[in-house]
């Protein structure tokens, strides 16, 4: 059974401009979650959809937005890039209650 | 507000001794708690877990303990292995997934 997949693997974008990151979950999980991990922070929640709908938000800018796809795909937006939003974007899958499976991740850097 | 601490970045053990991970939670509410393993470049896999009905859980190598009282979690494992250098991250469950900050463990050889 394939992962969680993240593409791209790494960005280099200027402040100001846009970025849009995919995730394709394990098959058959429904729940998608996105976080923020930079370093001294651990892993910020974003957003989780759940059945192409937004089920969970957390503190972030409205900057940040995602959808979720009938597939179960999911794509996390931000614009109006900043310095500080240079981090490892890591999507995560789950079936259950309590354990998601993550993606390698897409480490976005902006300059 | 961080609601999963790990007050100890980082620790570093011999190889066979225990190592000893902790992490503290504030909201008396989360009722699932896991521990996740990271090497740099991968994204986090999954290690262990424990419902608050429990107080232990083992796998292999792997012990998690929770004291509800105390709101404290911790991961055991003996005996540590090189391979077991990685960061650590413990979370709980609550309406979403809360994180600590991580402690990175080193394994001496």
């Known amino acids: 059974k394939a992962g969680v997949t993240q593409t791209p693997r790494y960005l280099i974008k200027t402040r100001g401009q846009q970025v849009t990151l995919s995730c394709s979950p394990i098959?058959?999980?429904?729940?998608v979650s996105w976080y923020q991990q930079t370093p001294g922070q651990g892993l910020q929640f974003l957003f989780e959809?759940?059945?192409?709908?937004?089920?969970n938000k957390g503190n972030f800018p409205g900057r940040f937005s995602g959808r979720q796809f009938s597939n179960s795909r999911s794509e996390m937006n931000v614009s109006t890039l900043e310095l500080g939003d240079s981090a490892l974007y890591l999507c995560?899958?789950?079936?259950?209650?309590?354990?998601?499976?993550f993606g390698q991740g897409t480490r976005l850097t902006v300059v | 507000d961080q609601q999963v601490k790990q007050n100890s970045p980082s620790l570093s053990v011999q190889e066979g001794r225990i190592s000893i991970l902790n992490c503290d939670y504030t909201?008396?509410?989360?009722?699932?708690f896991l521990w996740y393993k990271k090497y740099p470049a991968e994204g986090p896999t999954f290690l262990i877990s424990?419902?608050?009905?429990?107080d232990k859980n083992e796998d292999g190598r792997f012990t998690v303990f929770l004291n509800k009282s105390a709101k404290h979690l911790s991961l055991h494992i003996v005996p540590s292995q090189p391979g077991d250098s990685a960061v650590y991250f413990c979370?709980?469950?609550?309406?979403?997934?809360?994180f600590g900050t991580g402690t990175s463990l080193t394994v001496i050889p």
């Open positions: 995560a899958s789950s079936l259950e209650q309590g354990k998601a499976f």
């Open positions: 098959s058959g999980h429904r729940s």
């Open positions: 959809y759940f059945s192409e709908t937004q089920r």
């Open positions: 909201n008396s509410m989360f009722d699932y």
């Open positions: 424990i419902s608050s009905i429990k």
């Open positions: 979370a709980a469950s609550g309406n979403q997934f809360y």
